[in-house]
């Protein structure tokens, strides 16, 4: 084994999955810095996560080949920094990522000076030119060379871009409160434009589950149901028409819902859902488990559930939240961040592959279920020589594998002469949980297991929603122990730790006190505990301290006291996660209307009004503002 770097020292598992890189690795923090001002030495820096695909690609073919250790030891100050426990340095880099590449990922790489100005950025490097990137060698050569002959010139020119990226990262003044109405409908009509009405979703591939999306469609058709005006007319089956021609705002929803519970990004056999589709068809995923997406798209299952009663969208929500409480539940009642895309191909064998733990053979599933295999199979989709479509398998791992997709009707598939629907579908229980008895055999994937302050508040909301709307009291005990785990080990009384992995690690960040407030004020409706209403007035105040925009209104990030991070932003676009101001927003109005507190109320009008020249110019890229503004301008109800 090779000997273990400074890495080893870290908590991190995404840093200690590098601990024995013959690459000599720093953590971000002074130590990295002092050394490449000395050495007067570029600095590589290497952002990922712990069950990112590609960040395992990338240091399998690069980070543990000696030679290009090498290049880089002599030529580079080389820092690795886990995404999830430092979103502030990951967002300052990525957002000059995406500005000079027109893109973004994981592994993010970028090089820097010694004084942490970005001037080469890229994500994945193969080790040699293929994919239409060049080598990482290369690259690595080329840029020690460059800065050897031009460091003057590359100095002045990070001086610019940081600049540029300052400026371009400045939230305009407020405009004034934005006008609800016409930005849902603008929002409404481009998600209309960009549905997929075949497979559900929007745009093509790659497809990610983005619940804040759906979280907006299913308030604008119950807000266009309940007040129906001269654009909206309340049509059949509550559906809005003129506005909603054909494929209506809770259609959408569903048939999105439904086609992701189908497809392969969901898994059928253990629970919850894969991070996002490579493909167009919800069928070929990358096969990492996030709890961020498990706990938004539970509220999204659930709100389907509440709109149209329909008991599939409930079995989908608890489907989910079994999955949570048996793999990602802490014994202290934390939840944990995540399950890896790779997992071992054999016990005690180090080689790995993307969704070995999930792929079946059909040989292997006859074996298991015997004269019932038939049946499985053709509901599943499982085929002789493997389902995954070949361009959606750039490295054969699938190859004679099948990922189970849900297709047809499950009384045309499972059927055998003189058998019910429903003893159908038991047949398919009973089969799933012979697999699954069988996977658990299989070696499992690498679980990190540091708990997130702010990926815990939006799980307790989740199991705090499904207590009230599922009426099942067990979701409330663990949503209950979920929230006396960060009161006891991430808040100290007067500040919120962004992450626990033995003890407690860095400062929380504006996201951590967003949703863990939005989780307490779910968890105080499901049990009308005053306590959790009382910490969220207490997270509240803090996060107001620490983050609130007073002179543009709006939240910060971060809290701009470490020199470190060049840029003091706003986050402005709900992607995987929603942005803190989204959320915070939608919390200072409820807190509001439960202590009666005007000033909550004006604070979250001037909380939205901050981003009215982007949600004017751009209304989907916030839908979980356009959320937070719906609450606002029609008020509560009691």
């Known amino acids: 084994m090779p000997p273990a770097n ?8 995404y840093l200690l999955q590098h601990a024995r890189n013959p690459v000599d690795w720093f953590a971000w923090g002074d130590e990295a810095f002092d050394r490449a001002r000395r050495e007067n030495k570029p600095i590589f820096l290497s952002i990922g996560y712990s069950t990112c695909h590609w960040c395992h690609v990338m240091a399998h073919e690069s980070f543990e080949d000696e030679a290009t250790a090498d290049i880089m030891n002599e030529a580079f100050v080389n820092i690795k920094v886990d995404r999830e426990e430092r979103p502030d340095v990951d967002r300052v880099y990525m957002t000059f990522v995406q500005a000079t590449t027109g893109g973004g990922g994981w592994p993010m790489s970028v090089w820097l000076t010694p004084d942490l100005l970005p001037f080469v950025a890229g994500t994945y490097f193969p080790p040699e030119d293929r994919y239409g990137h060049p080598g990482f060698k290369k690259v690595l050569l080329r840029i020690a060379d460059s800065w050897r002959q031009n460091r003057q010139r590359i100095t002045e020119q990070g001086e610019k871009i940081i600049g540029a990226l300052r400026e371009a990262t400045t939230v305009s003044a407020p405009a004034g409160e934005p006008d609800f109405a016409a930005l849902s409908a603008t929002a409404y009509e481009h998600l209309a434009r960009t549905f997929d009405r075949r ?3 929007f745009g093509s591939a790659p497809k990610f589950p983005r619940p804040a999306t759906l979280n907006f469609l299913t308030r604008f058709h119950a807000r266009a149901v309940a007040t129906p005006n001269e654009s909206q007319t309340t049509g059949k089956k509550g559906r809005v028409s003129e506005a909603e021609p054909s494929f209506g705002a809770l259609d959408m929803v569903c048939h999105t819902l439904r086609k992701m519970a189908a497809g392969g990004i969901h898994d059928h056999l253990g629970g919850g859902f894969h991070r996002y589709s490579v493909d167009g068809f919800w069928h070929v995923p990358h096969f990492e488990k996030m709890l961020y997406d498990q706990a938004q798209l539970v509220t999204a299952y659930l709100d389907a559930f509440q709109l149209t009663h329909d008991e599939y969208f409930a ?30 191909l054999q016990h005690g064998k180090s080689e790995q592959a993307e969704g070995a733990f999930y792929v079946w053979t059909k040989a292997e599933i006859v074996e298991v279920l015997g004269q019932e295999a038939d049946g499985f199979c053709a509901h599943y989709g499982v085929e002789d020589d493997g389902n995954a479509p070949a361009g959606a398998d750039p490295h054969g791992e699938f190859t004679d594998k099948n990922i189970l997709i849900q297709r047809p009707r499950t009384s045309k598939t499972a059927a ?29 994937p690498h679980l990190d297991d540091k708990v997130i302050a702010a990926w ?23 949503a209950v122990q979920a929230a006396e785990f960060l009161r006891r080990e991430l808040w100290d009384g007067t500040s919120l730790a962004r992450n626990f992995r033995d003890g407690r690690g860095v400062d929380g960040f504006a996201d951590d006190y967003a949703f863990v407030i939005q989780g307490l004020l779910d968890l105080y409706e499901a049990s009308f505990d005053v306590a959790w209403l009382k910490w969220a007035g207490a997270l509240q105040a803090k996060q107001d301290e620490l983050f609130l925009d007073r002179k543009r209104g709006g939240y910060f990030t971060t809290t701009g006291k470490d020199a470190s991070v060049l840029l ?3 986050e402005d676009n709900d992607s995987a996660e929603p942005a803190a101001s989204s959320i915070a927003a939608l919390n200072l109005a409820r807190l509001s209307a439960l202590r009666n507190d005007p000033a909550l109320s004006q604070r979250a009008r001037e909380t939205v009004s901050a981003f009215s020249a982007q949600l004017g ?14 609450f606002i301008s029609a008020g509560s109800q009691q």
């Open 6 to 13: 400074r890495l080893a020292g870290e908590k991190s598992p």
């Open 199 to 201: 497979e559900g979703g």
């Open 315 to 344: 079995d989908v929500a608890r489907n989910i939240l079994a999955y949570v409480r048996r793999d990602l539940t802490a014994p202290e009642g934390g939840f944990y961040s995540a399950e890896d895309a790779d997992s071992p």
């Open 416 to 444: 055998r002469p003189g058998r019910s629907e429903e003893e159908s579908k038991r047949m398919l229980a009973d089969a799933r949980a012979k697999l699954l008895a069988r996977r658990a055999e299989r070696p499992r």
């Open 456 to 478: 815990n508040g939006l799980m307790i909301s989740g199991f705090a929603r499904a207590a009230r709307i599922l009426d099942d009291s067990s979701y409330l005990q663990t």
């Open 568 to 570: 003091r932003m706003k």
């Open 617 to 630: 110019h751009f209304p989907t890229a916030l839908p979980q503002m356009l959320v937070a503004l719906d």
